[in-house]
């Protein structure tokens, strides 16, 4: 599934290469897929509906091309290397610019390092980029124990750039990465010099002074939207076995967050996306079999909750992107990050990076010209 190179002791130059059994395998599950019966007329209120789920599937199994998503994705730089014991997958792209600030980029769940495909160009224009997988995630794997939460990897990125002979660098996310970036300039502040964030998903107190669309999804998010993390965050293990070898399953599992999460403007999810983006996100999931250890970061965010988690300010200059589906009040913000940058958009959602790259990309350029 992947070739590697021996760079220096450190990295391994890393190309992408899923065997054609493993593409033949998936075509062969998804048209042997027992399908599940629903209830007529409740449409998405219940979960993903059979006839949108049957024909997204059928497209992944006949017309999705996965060999040029992959050309794609190997078109830029990647290594990995190991970090605390963990193997740890990045893209790395150096801007024509020598002077360019570094910049790390942390993606989320559902999502990946392909969340990032459509910044990577405009973006490497000012930024040497850093794109890692997470611990678990992709081709970040096997994940080597447990203990990955969100101070771990921030600590392990701070390894990474490190390593790369980054001084002096910024940092940003969405979802995941909201939450890692942050604590990125918490654990190395004398490194990180500014922090964006976008995509936040935690529901508010104070919901009230948000705007109505806002208002009702964070209402949505607070009584009937956290599932999934109910299940991922208690018995990753269990669920994982279904993901696993299910194609249809895993499909269901993740388009639904990306039709939830996706601009409310939207009805469905590729009204928002590019259908074949989405499922190139999908694939690497059933590809790399990470459908398990993804999921145990829930887990250990959990864990880590409970044993109480550091939200102190790092002083760390601190951007925030909010897009129609971020339940973000600035005051509140402010409790946690040193805000000096305040940007709300009328369109995109919590997939930013995919949906709305444009304003994205313009808010990160103008937050870290600032800081230079």
Known sequence: MLRLERLSHSFESFEIAVPEAAISDLHARLAATR????????????????????????????????RAWEQRLNAYPQSRTTIDGQPIHFLHVRSPNEDALPLILTHGWPGSVV????????????????????PGFGFSTPLSG???????????????????????????????????????????????????????????????ELSPERGAFAEYVRAEGTG??????????????????????LLAWLVEKFKEWTDPAHELPEDAIDRDHLLTDVSLYWFTETAASSAQLYYEVRMAEAAGVDTS???????????????????LVEREHNVVHWSEFDRGGHFAAMEAADLLVADLREFFRSLR
Do not use: K
């Open 228 to 249: 999934y993390a109910a299940v991922q965050s208690t018995r990753p293990q269990t669920v994982a076995y279904a993901l696993t070898d299910s194609p249809a399953g």
């Open 146 to 208: 447990p203990g990955w939460n969100h101070e771990r990897i921030a600590r392990a990125w701070a390894e990474l750039m490190a390593r790369l002979g980054y001084e002096r660098y910024g940092a940003a996310g969405g979802d995941t990465g909201s939450l890692v970036s942050p604590d990125l300039g918490r654990v190395a502040p004398e490194h990180v010099v500014g922090v964006h964030i976008n995509g936040g998903l935690r529901s508010p107190e104070g919901a009230e």
């Open 115 to 134: 969340e990032f495909l459509e910044v990577i160009e405009p973006l490497s224009d000012e930024f040497h980029l850093v794109i890692p997988s997470l």
């Open 313 to 331: 300010i790092s002083g760390v200059p601190t951007g925030v992107a909010v897009f129609p589906t971020d339940p973000a009040i600035r005051r």
């Open 35 to 66: 399908w599940a019966s629903e209830l007529a007329g409740v449409g998405w209120s219940r979960g993903v509906p059979v006839d949108y789920l049957r024909g997204l599937a059928d497209h992944w199994a006949t017309a999705y091309d996965w």
